[in-house]
T-cell receptor, first 117, second 117 residues
Framework: AQKITQTQPGMFVQEKEAVTLDCTYD???????LFWYKQPSSGEMIFLIY??????QNATEGRYSLNFQKARKSANLVISASQLGDSAMYFC??????????????FGKGTSLLVTP | DAGVIQSPRHEVTEMGQEVTLRCKPISGHDYLFWYRQTMMRGLELLIYFNNNVPIDDSGMPEDRFSAKMPNASFSTLKIQPSEPRDSAVYFC???????????????FGPGTRLTVL
């Protein structure tokens, strides 16, 4: 079963505007973590922001913020004041604990964001 | 601090040849992960290590794939013999768990783009 769902294959936003990238997740584990990564055309995976399931406040990192709605199991990424350099693929991921004391990181299929002048 | 280092960045080989991908994790990180990324399947976890010990290799597609971590600063992913369907970008990532204030974020290397002809 798919654990992370990103329903927007592609998004457009005008420079300097804000944009929200959607992410919903599915887990029965009370302890989990949610991550967003950026993958520009050069291919590297860049960590952006983290939200723990027990965190009381929404995470923020500069122009990135995470709109965490636990009851709805959503963890949307908000990028404020978009820049041309924000054009990239964005992946939502969830960390879950495993029985063997390890953990897995499940990735969504990604959203391609294009920032236009 | 240096990030995760992977080599080679690009590899082109012929079907049937042995391929070895290398990874140096971030110093002090005790988890190491190997992922494969394709257009069709997205990001897939192949195997991960904790303190140099393989914990979960259920994502390794076939016996042709093997991974080792002889010490805390080096890991290899080997494909023997390689096939065209192995063509993908292979990422190595590392993280730490349990350090005060750490969120066990996985930091990715730049990836190795493998093409098997």
């Amino acid at each position: 079963a798919q654990k992370i769902t990103q329903t927007q294959p592609g998004m457009f936003v005008q420079e300097k505007e804000a944009v929200t990238l959607d992410c919903t997740y599915d887990t029965s584990d009370p302890s989990y973590g949610l991550f967003w990564y950026k993958q520009p055309s050069s291919g590297e995976m860049i960590f952006l922001i983290y939200q723990g399931s027990y965190d009381q406040q929404n995470a923020t990192e500069g122009r990135y913020s995470l709109n965490f709605q636990k009851a709805r199991k959503s963890a949307n990424l908000v990028i404020s004041a978009s820049q041309l350099g924000d054009s990239a693929m964005y992946f939502c991921a969830m960390r879950e604990a495993l029985e063997n004391s390890g953990y897995a990181l499940n990735f969504g299929k990604g959203t391609s964001l294009l920032v236009t002048p | 601090d240096a990030g995760v280092i992977q080599s080679p960045r690009h590899e082109v080989t012929e079907m049937g040849q042995e391929v070895t991908l290398r990874c140096k994790p971030i110093s002090g990180h005790d988890y190491l992960f190997w992922y494969r990324q394709t257009m069709m399947r997205g990001l897939e976890l192949l195997i991960y290590f904790n303190n140099n010990v393989p914990i979960d290799d259920s994502g390794m597609p076939e016996d042709r794939f093997s991974a080792k971590m002889p010490n805390a600063s080096f890991s290899t992913l080997k494909i023997q013999p390689s096939e065209p369907r192995d063509s993908a970008v292979y990422f190595c990532a590392s993280s730490s768990l349990g350090l005060a204030g750490d969120t066990d974020t996985q930091y990715f290397g730049p990836g190795t783009r493998l093409t098997v002809l």
